[in-house]
């Protein structure tokens, strides 16, 4: 009996110490897992920073076509005479900043200048907002069109193509690149979209002030 007993006494302490063991190795574990998470954060951490400095350093070295063109101080060498409406793009005026450069280059180059009332609403060619919601984009391309229609100008110019792309198809008036319109005023060919427009009045003055806003509709 006495053996017995201290034969399970002894396997007994065997088995508690098996236990202690696996849990002091699974303790181990975790440890090593939550250190190595750690050092996988900071390792996230430091390239997301580094990301950042190579993006801020991209970033610093794009520039906008207009802005170059401002860099140039390009001369106008013929007068055109044309009133432009000028649709300033979401992502020029919301994600880049720049709304007044595009029109102060189009006045420089001896265009009139109309500012189109509610120039702040997007013309419905957000990405592909026009293509996933086609109606919401035609109710605001149909607002936008009618605002631009209150400045009688004789073309709209606009510095992005998706705009370009929403407005042209349903607008009673030409509708081109604001590059277009500078490379015309500075030597460069008429814009095709302009063929049938005459622009032979005497063109505003450079840096003539642009045009007051015309009234929005209700």
């Given amino acids: 009996m006495a053996k017995s007993k201290k034969r399970k006494s002894s396997t ?6 098996k236990k202690m063991k696996r849990a002091a190795t699974a303790a181990m574990r975790r440890a090593s897992a939550a250190l190595g998470g750690k050092k996988t954060k900071r390792k996230s951490s430091a390239k997301k920073r580094a990301g950042a400095r190579k993006a801020a350093k991209v970033s610093a070295l794009v520039k906008d076509i207009s802005e170059y063109l401002a ?11 044309l009133q432009v409406a000028y649709h300033c793009p979401c992502s020029l005026q919301h994600g880049q900043k720049i709304a007044k450069l595009p029109k102060t280059l189009l006045a420089s180059a001896g265009f009139g200048v109309k500012e189109v009332p509610e120039g702040h609403l997007c013309c419905g060619s957000a ?12 109710a605001l391309r149909d607002r936008k069109l009618a605002n631009i229609a209150l400045t009688r100008a004789d073309l709209v110019a606009a510095g992005n193509i998706g705009c370009i792309t929403q407005l042209a198809g349903a607008a009673p008036l ?11 005023a ?7 979209a302009l063929a ?11 840096g003539s002030p642009m045009t007051e806003p015309a009234r929005s509709p209700r």
């Fill in 186 to 192: 500075t030597g460069g060919p008429r814009p095709a």
């Fill in 196 to 206: 049938g427009l005459a622009g032979n009045a005497a063109a505003p003055a450079a």
């Fill in 71 to 81: 860099d140039l101080e390009l001369a106008p060498v013929k007068p055109i005479g």
């Fill in 127 to 138: 990405g592909t907002y026009n293509l996933l919601q086609p109606e919401l984009a035609a």
């Fill in 12 to 17: 007994g302490a065997a088995n508690a110490l």
């Fill in 174 to 184: 030409p509708i081109v690149h604001t590059v277009e319109l500078l490379d015309w």
